[in-house]
């Protein structure tokens, strides 16, 4: 089967690669370099926590999250690339002795013991994180939450890809999928045709418009996250921390990650002095230790955000061979194992292996 993927964001690279290991000829196609676009601009937290397992959009987070240390492992051995898998566990502060008491209650209930949910008390606290402010009086631990380098995850799976066969080709921005008789025949790029017999649109914002002939509209919006780092050598914290204002994600390579804002601003790119000054604030009072750190970078990037907040997955409505996957919002570097295996089931054998009935394409566009 011959598929072409447009897109080069982790959605996008992880899928062509577990297409091209499922036997297909796939062409990935990405308009800047793979990674260019959200991807790179994440934290690469595995954020698990009130994901139970009660629903299909947690079942997909929970089998996803069960696949990185295989995925990280995998790489490795593909490509040699480390995606600093850390598997050190998050800290939740908790302000108030009834916070402290509820965490205690929903450690107790947590049905997933793997993800080694424990409530802390100021002591415990103070014993393993010594930095965080005096006023932190207690905590919830999620020792299965972990982290990954995102820029590393996303080039490792691009040149996996590529030594599974796939052809990449960079810096061709797609303009129009080709349908003719009601079936996608492949796209249009720069001008030139690329040939396929299914079309998988991993693009982060309206995908629609690539289907414009059809008028299908799905209505993906982007939702920019602005982000800092700052030098973290030496190291003052060994867990991510993750405050309602802030989170701290401490990465082997050096930075410490402070992120993110949520704002709706379309593809406004621009990092802005208020979004970094209420993230530092937010992460001084948290860690005053990290008020002498050198700011190392600052950057943008823009989530791919559907009305529901869900992902969008599986056949586009009316265009045999067209398919799209995409909207993964706050969690797509924690989604992207699970979604390129469902995806390439999908495609090679007509079964996505799972409940995807929440995801479809037509809860937004007819065909
Ligand atoms: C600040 C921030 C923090 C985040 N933190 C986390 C986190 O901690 N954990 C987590 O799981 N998720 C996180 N996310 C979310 C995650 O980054 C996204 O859900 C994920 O990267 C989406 O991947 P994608 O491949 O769909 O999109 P993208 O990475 O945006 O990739 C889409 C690609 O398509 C290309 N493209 C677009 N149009 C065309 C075209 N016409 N032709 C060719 N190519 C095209 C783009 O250049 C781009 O490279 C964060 C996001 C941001 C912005």
Redesign the pocket.
């Given at each position: 089967m011959k598929i072409v993927v447009?897109?080069?964001?982790?959605?996008?690279?992880a899928t062509a690669y577990a297409l091209a290991r499922a036997g297909c000829a796939v062409t990935l196609?990405?308009?800047?370099?793979?990674?260019?676009?959200?991807?790179?601009?994440?934290?690469?937290?595995?954020?698990l926590l009130g994901e139970s397992g009660q629903s299909p959009f947690e079942n997909l987070a929970i089998a996803s999250w069960r696949l990185y240390p295989k995925v990280a492992e995998e790489l490795r051995e593909q490509t040699g690339i480390d995606v600093e898998h850390v598997t050190r566990g998050t800290i939740y502060p908790l302000f108030t002795a009834e916070d402290v008491l509820h965490a205690e209650a929903r450690a107790a209930r947590h049905p997933a013991k793997d993800f080694g949910i424990e409530a802390w008390d100021a002591g415990q606290v103070r014993d393993r994180e010594p930095a965080l402010a005096s006023r932190v009086r207690g905590a919830m631990f999620v020792r299965g939450e972990h982290?990954v380098n995102?820029q590393r995850l996303?080039v490792a799976y691009a040149q996996a890809a590529v030594a599974a066969g796939v052809v990449l080709r960079a810096g061709?921005?797609?303009?129009r999928v080709v349908v003719e008789d009601g079936r996608a025949r492949g796209v249009v790029?720069d001008g030139e045709r690329v040939d396929g017999d299914v079309v998988l649109l991993?693009?982060?914002?309206q995908p629609g418009q690539?289907v414009a002939s059809f008028r299908a509209r799905l209505p993906v919006e982007p939702?920019?996250?602005?982000?800092l780092a700052l030098t973290h050598v030496p190291p003052i914290l060994r867990h991510c921390v993750h405050a309602e204002s802030v989170?701290l994600?401490p990465r082997p390579s050096g930075e410490l990650l402070v992120?993110?804002?949520v704002e709706r601003v379309g593809f406004q790119g621009a990092v802005t002095a208020k979004a970094i000054a209420g993230l530092l604030r937010a992460a001084i009072e948290l860690v005053p230790a990290l008020g002498d750190l050198p700011i190392s970078r600052t950057?943008?990037?823009?989530?791919?955000w559907a009305p529901d907040s869900l992902p969008v997955l599986g056949p586009w409505p009316g265009v045999e061979g067209l398919w799209v996957?995409?909207?993964?919002?706050?969690?797509?570097?924690?989604?992207?194992p699970i979604t390129a295996r469902l995806m390439t089931s999908w495609i090679t054998a007509g079964k996505p292996g799972m409940d995807v009935r929440d995801f479809l394409p037509d809860r937004f566009v007819r065909g």
């Amino acid at each position: 089967m011959k598929i072409v993927v447009v897109g080069g964001g982790i959605i996008g690279c992880a899928t062509a690669y577990a297409l091209a290991r499922a036997g297909c000829a796939v062409t990935l196609l990405e308009r800047a370099t793979p990674g260019a676009e959200a991807s790179g601009a994440a934290a690469g937290m595995l954020t698990l926590l009130g994901e139970s397992g009660q629903s299909p959009f947690e079942n997909l987070a929970i089998a996803s999250w069960r696949l990185y240390p295989k995925v990280a492992e995998e790489l490795r051995e593909q490509t040699g690339i480390d995606v600093e898998h850390v598997t050190r566990g998050t800290i939740y502060p908790l302000f108030t002795a009834e916070d402290v008491l509820h965490a205690e209650a929903r450690a107790a209930r947590h049905p997933a013991k793997d993800f080694g949910i424990e409530a802390w008390d100021a002591g415990q606290v103070r014993d393993r994180e010594p930095a965080l402010a005096s006023r932190v009086r207690g905590a919830m631990f999620v020792r299965g939450e972990h982290w990954v380098n995102n820029q590393r995850l996303v080039v490792a799976y691009a040149q996996a890809a590529v030594a599974a066969g796939v052809v990449l080709r960079a810096g061709l921005s797609v303009s129009r999928v080709v349908v003719e008789d009601g079936r996608a025949r492949g796209v249009v790029a720069d001008g030139e045709r690329v040939d396929g017999d299914v079309v998988l649109l991993a693009v982060e914002a309206q995908p629609g418009q690539l289907v414009a002939s059809f008028r299908a509209r799905l209505p993906v919006e982007p939702r920019r996250g602005q982000m800092l780092a700052l030098t973290h050598v030496p190291p003052i914290l060994r867990h991510c921390v993750h405050a309602e204002s802030v989170y701290l994600v401490p990465r082997p390579s050096g930075e410490l990650l402070v992120g993110a804002t949520v704002e709706r601003v379309g593809f406004q790119g621009a990092v802005t002095a208020k979004a970094i000054a209420g993230l530092l604030r937010a992460a001084i009072e948290l860690v005053p230790a990290l008020g002498d750190l050198p700011i190392s970078r600052t950057w943008y990037g823009f989530r791919p955000w559907a009305p529901d907040s869900l992902p969008v997955l599986g056949p586009w409505p009316g265009v045999e061979g067209l398919w799209v996957a995409t909207a993964h919002f706050r969690s797509g570097i924690l989604l992207a194992p699970i979604t390129a295996r469902l995806m390439t089931s999908w495609i090679t054998a007509g079964k996505p292996g799972m409940d995807v009935r929440d995801f479809l394409p037509d809860r937004f566009v007819r065909g």
